[in-house]
Structures are given as structure tokens and as C-alpha cells.
């Protein structure tokens, strides 16, 4: 828990940090304090003060692009439609490394994420499965048919892997808890979450317009209060909450 400011007794009131003025549509926030402002086919990066550190920008990889910037040194770009996973060095340099997923021999991908050791997970929709690429894009493992295991229609909107846990989030049925090697563990009955914000030991999400903490641990939930009404898109790291109002990213740190 070194460094964690996420405590129970923080997770109350909220001040505003810093405000960056950018146009973007989404956010991400690594553990480095480096903040993402996301725009179509663009991905500008900022450091803790709010200062331009780089951009990147490449229209073939298409407009509808998922980042996971779990890692700082390797972020994954992913676009389910052009179906190529491209990843970025700190700079946003791309690195020699990248998938086309139809050339691995899928029909489908509609998710990616980082995992440990520089690996990946994919989801196949078709077949219902994760599937773990190690570092050499080398498939270790891939899980059984979740729609069989779960027994429902299963439509999930993001991924991500956490403390050797991996999350699939399903509006319509909550999130639903993997071990790191895609075995199924349990569902989170809160439902409506399309994106997850994972860290540490809390996982954050909307309900009726106010934003909620839930302590992975023991289930509890807790209101993290603003200084400003709650919007989304936002991010979360260990110590700060990005809120993402179109025109400016709202940098947001717990009160002393």
C-alpha cells in the first residue's frame, strides 16, 4: 500500500489541482501522473503541471481507438476496427511492435488490454474468450466460452487486468472477475459501468450523476465528493481524478 492515498478516510472531499485547456473526447491518467487527453485518431500527452510533453497521431490506425496507458513505457493502442494493436514508448514513438490480429488468425477482436510482463488480453466476441499473448506475441492461454460459463448474453465494453485480477465490464450485468489465467472467480453486481477505472484497491464508477468508490477488498462503497459537478469521461490513478469537460481536462487531488 506504499504511496496509496486512496484510503477510506480520503475518499471523501476532492479539490480541483489544475485545469488543462485541450479539446478531447476521453482522458487517461498513468501512474506517473501523466495525463492523456484523447481525441479521434490523437493521443496528446501532458505531464503532472499540465505541460505539452508530446503527441501522436496516425489516421491509419482509424478514429475508434481504445488506450490503456497501465504501462506507462508501453502504452496499447487498439483499434477493433482495423483490428491493429500498436504500442508507444514514453514519448508516444511507436515501437517495433505490433499485431494485426487478422494476420494471428482472428475474425474479431472488440477489446484489448495490458497485462503483466508486457503481455496483452484480447476478447473474442465469436467465441467468447480471453486470450493472453505473451510479450513475443505468443498466445499463453486463452479462457473457456464465458457465455457458457456465465449462462447469459454477454456483451462486455472494456477490459483490464489489476493485481493479478482481470475485469470485463458488461452494462447490463456488472463486472465480472478472472484470475490471470482466465478463470472465472465472480460478478460485481453493479451494473451500467461501460468503462472501468481500476486502482489499486477500488474500482470507480457513476451512479445518478455522483461519482462512487468501491473497495475491492470488502465491497464497501464510498461518495468521492468534487468541488464541481461530476462528468464524464474521467480517469483515476493513485492519487489524482481527471475529469474530462470536452474543451479542458479538471485535474482533481484529495483535501488535506
Same mark, same amino acid.
Given at each position: ?29 498513468? !501512474? ?10 490523437? %493521443?496528446?500527452? @501532458? ?15 482509424? /478514429? ?10 508501453? +502504452? ?6 482495423? &483490428?491493429? =494493436? ?21 475474425? !474479431? %477482436?472488440? =477489446? ?17 474468450? =480471453? ?8 498466445? /499463453?492461454? /486463452?479462457? &473457456? ?13 472494456? =477490459?483490464? *487486468? ?15 472477475? @478472472?484470475? %490471470? ?8 453486481? #453493479?451494473?451500467? %459501468?461501460? !468503462? ?6 477500488? &474500482? ?16 464497501? *462503497? ?13 480517469? +483515476? ?10 474543451? *479542458? #481536462? #479538471? ?6
Amino acid at each position: 500500500m506504499g504511496g496509496l492515498v486512496l484510503q477510506a478516510q480520503k475518499l471523501g472531499e476532492w479539490k480541483q489541482k489544475r485545469i488543462i485547456d485541450v479539446e478531447s473526447i476521453d482522458v487517461r491518467i498513468d !501512474q506517473l501522473n501523466n495525463v492523456y487527453a484523447l481525441e479521434r485518431a490523437q %493521443i496528446e500527452k @501532458f505531464d503532472s503541471d499540465g505541460k505539452l510533453l508530446t503527441r501522436y497521431s496516425n489516421k491509419l490506425i482509424g /478514429e475508434d481507438i481504445q488506450v490503456d496507458v497501465s504501462n506507462p513505457m508501453k +502504452v496499447l493502442v487498439f483499434s477493433p476496427n482495423q &483490428m491493429r =494493436l500498436v504500442f508507444l514508448d514514453s514519448r508516444l514513438g511507436e515501437l517495433r511492435d505490433e499485431a494485426n490480429l487478422f494476420r494471428l488468425g482472428f475474425q !474479431q %477482436i472488440s =477489446l484489448a488490454a495490458t497485462s503483466h510482463s508486457n503481455g496483452f488480453w484480447l476478447y473474442d466476441p465469436i467465441n467468447f474468450k =480471453l486470450i493472453r499473448f505473451d510479450q513475443h506475441f505468443k498466445k /499463453e492461454r /486463452e479462457s &473457456m466460452n464465458l457465455a457458457q460459463i456465465l449462462r447469459l448474453e454477454f456483451y462486455p465494453t472494456d =477490459l483490464k *487486468e489489476l493485481d493479478n485480477r482481470v475485469y470485463l465490464t458488461d452494462p447490463s450485468h456488472g463486472v465480472f472477475v @478472472f484470475d %490471470i489465467y482466465g478463470n472465472y472467480l465472480k460478478r460485481i453486481p #453493479i451494473k451500467g %459501468i461501460v !468503462q472501468l477505472k481500476l486502482t489499486n484497491d477500488y &474500482m470507480f464508477f457513476q451512479k445518478a450523476s455522483v461519482l462512487f468508490a468501491l473497495n475491492l477488498r470488502d465491497q464497501s *462503497e464510498n461518495r468521492v465528493q468534487l468541488t464541481a459537478d461530476f462528468a464524464q469521461p474521467f480517469d +483515476v490513478n493513485r492519487s489524482l481524478i481527471a475529469l474530462n469537460m470536452g474543451k *479542458e #481536462i #479538471i485535474i482533481y487531488a484529495p483535501k488535506p
